[in-house]
């Protein structure tokens, strides 16, 4: 079953924050979070293991709150090159194992 | 270091034609898998292997198959293509299974079926 994100579309303009959501129906052990752009491959940004576990890169962080079975991406003082697909993906008994991703949600960063 | 690699990046098919998207990874990577990504859909679980000569369904299975007889490649038979199966295929990769692993994606192929 699918993760659901929310929202689908977020624009911004340069310098200001977002934040995606995942949640699930089914307990979670993990999430795994991706970034595509157009035309391209997903690339992998990171990946929460544990219930409350934060982790950062460069200005995108994310957190896992596995009582509340989501995760959410936060993007401060956005930058041109975050524009994309954002994907969440949630595995089985926390490995990659039959990785099931979310519908997605495409940001705009505009100048 | 090439990473996975998905062959053809584009194909024109008409339906009741099969083919087979080739993809090969050159990481020793024993989690190999296929997506297909609709617009509005997201990115889809067609077909996975945890190793060689091991395979299994994902959620949308039908009218695909995947065989695994070596650890690098992983291909995709359309067996008689439909045009619902117009969609652009992902190959994906990853060491294991194990917790913590991250996905290499291929390039895509972008398939019409006509």
């Known amino acids: 079953q699918q993760p659901v994100q929310s929202p689908q579309a977020v624009i911004l303009r340069e310098g200001e924050d977002a934040v995606i959501n995942c949640s699930s129906s089914?307990?979670?052990?993990?999430v795994h979070w991706y970034r595509q752009k157009h035309g391209e491959a997903p690339v992998f940004l990171m990946i929460l293991l544990k219930g409350g576990e934060q982790k950062g890169h460069d200005k995108i962080s994310a957190s896992f709150n596995e009582k509340k079975q989501q995760s959410s991406l936060y993007l401060t003082a956005s930058q041109l090159s975050y524009s994309g697909t954002y994907f969440c993906g949630t595995g089985s008994g926390g490995s990659n194992y039959k990785l099931t991703f979310g519908k997605g949600t495409l940001l705009t960063v505009n100048p | 270091n090439a990473g996975v690699t998905q062959t053809p990046k584009f194909q024109v098919l008409k339906t009741g034609q099969s083919m087979t998207l080739q993809c090969a990874q050159d990481m020793n990577h024993e989690y190999m898998s296929w997506y297909r990504q609709d617009p509005g859909m997201g990115l889809r679980l067609i077909h996975y292997?945890?190793?060689?000569?091991?395979?299994d369904q994902g959620e949308v299975p039908n009218g695909y198959n995947v065989s695994r007889s070596t650890t690098e490649d992983f291909p995709l038979r359309l067996l008689s293509a439909a045009p619902s199966q117009t969609s652009v295929y992902f190959c994906?990769?990853?060491?294991?299974?194990?917790?913590?692993?991250?996905?290499?994606f291929g390039s895509g192929t972008q398939l019409s079926v006509l």
């Open positions: 292997s945890v190793g060689a000569g091991i395979t």
């Open positions: 089914k307990a979670l052990y993990s």
């Open positions: 994906a990769s990853s060491y294991s299974v194990g917790v913590g692993e991250k996905l290499f």
